[in-house]
């Protein structure tokens, strides 16, 4: 198996399409043969490392001032920056027939004129004066209504022709940020045309990255600090309990190789960064309460004000 000769494909295509059909044939779950199987996953592995490797994404500064290349701008939300992985775009596929007015350009059932070439009659007179009759033909303009339409169709403008949107998957690069720009090559995308993505970040409620890190920002009642034993934050891996201790010291929280994957391999930091939250119009009782509870901290012996 390790023999295959690339030489002998033509293109990355014909590459998968041969994988496809030896994988089926060679599937284990069919019949096939187990070591031979497991070879060949090898072999088209080792080809599509090599194939990336050639065709890589990559962000880059900026797009080329010239050159075939579709631009468009990529949202990604914080977490998908943050973790990676696959992304489902949109690219313009090939032109295809307008199929709202198949390619005629015009818009159906829109307004009419009379056909100029044969004045609105449908045929055309033509005169054998050899034999001395008249012979009519079908107007070949109108195709025999008499009439033809004047409104161009809404869908393709007129041009009888249009794009079709495309879905594709790319792989997201690690340690994107705001404005940066991804370089998709078009043998990732099986595109005649190179990508260039613009990278805008969908604001996020509470998480925002900065450096390397991911902020974390949230706002903590100033009970929940004295009162309880763990408060409960938002990672990337979704919702946690940290110790409340914590929050008595000044901000940020580090919470060490729980933010974003970075290029090399590590994860930067999540950062919670938490304001203690005093609220507004603290009823005359509570204040009576609170008063009581502090009279009993500040009579204890080791209370010392700092
Ligand atoms: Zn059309
Ligand atoms: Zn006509």
């Known amino acids: 198996m390790s023999e295959i000769n690339l030489k002998n494909f033509s293109s990355f295509e ?12 060679l599937h284990p779950d069919k019949g096939g043969d187990k070591e031979e199987f497991l070879t060949l996953l090898d072999w088209y592995q080792k080809v599509l490392e090599r194939f990336e490797e050639k065709h890589e994404i990559e962000i880059v500064n ?34 295809v027939i307008c199929p709202a007015c198949n390619g005629t350009g015009k818009k159906k059932n829109g307004l009419t004129k009379n056909c100029g070439f044969c004045k609105g009659s449908g045929s055309i007179e033509y005169k ?39 879905e594709v998957y790319i792989d997201i690069p690690l340690g ?20 260039y993505l613009e ?18 920002k949230c706002k903590i009642p100033f009970w929940d600090v004295i009162l309880k034993e763990e408060i409960t934050i938002n990672t990337l891996e979704g919702r946690e309990k940290i110790p409340s201790k914590l929050f008595t010291k000044t901000p940020p929280i580090v919470i060490k190789g729980r933010g974003p994957f970075l ?12 304001q203690i939250y005093i609220p507004d119009g603290i009823p005359s009782k509570a204040k009576k309460l609170i008063l009581q509870a502090v009279n009993i901290i500040e009579s204890q012996r080791n209370f010392q004000r700092e």
């Open 14 to 25: 014909e590459i998968k399409q041969y994988f496809r059909e030896q994988a089926k044939k």
């Open 62 to 95: 900026n797009c080329p001032l010239i050159g075939n290349y579709l631009f468009s701008v990529l949202e990604l939300k914080v977490e998908e920056i943050a973790l990676g992985g696959k992304k489902k775009i949109q690219i313009m596929g090939e032109e």
């Open 128 to 166: 054998d004066k050899r034999k001395n009759i008249n012979t009519y033909f079908t107007c070949p303009y109108c195709k025999g209504s008499g009439s033809v339409l004047i409104e161009k169709c809404e869908e393709c403008k007129g041009k009888g022709k249009k794009r079709v949107q495309r």
């Open 176 to 195: 994107l940020k705001e404005g940066d720009i991804i370089f998709v090559p078009k043998e990732r995308i099986d595109s005649k045309y190179d990508l």
């Open 199 to 216: 990278v805008s970040v969908i604001p996020h409620p509470y998480f925002t990255l900065k450096d390397n890190n991911l902020v974390y």
């Open 263 to 274: 290029k090399n391999g590590k994860r930067g930091d999540l950062l919670v960064d938490f």
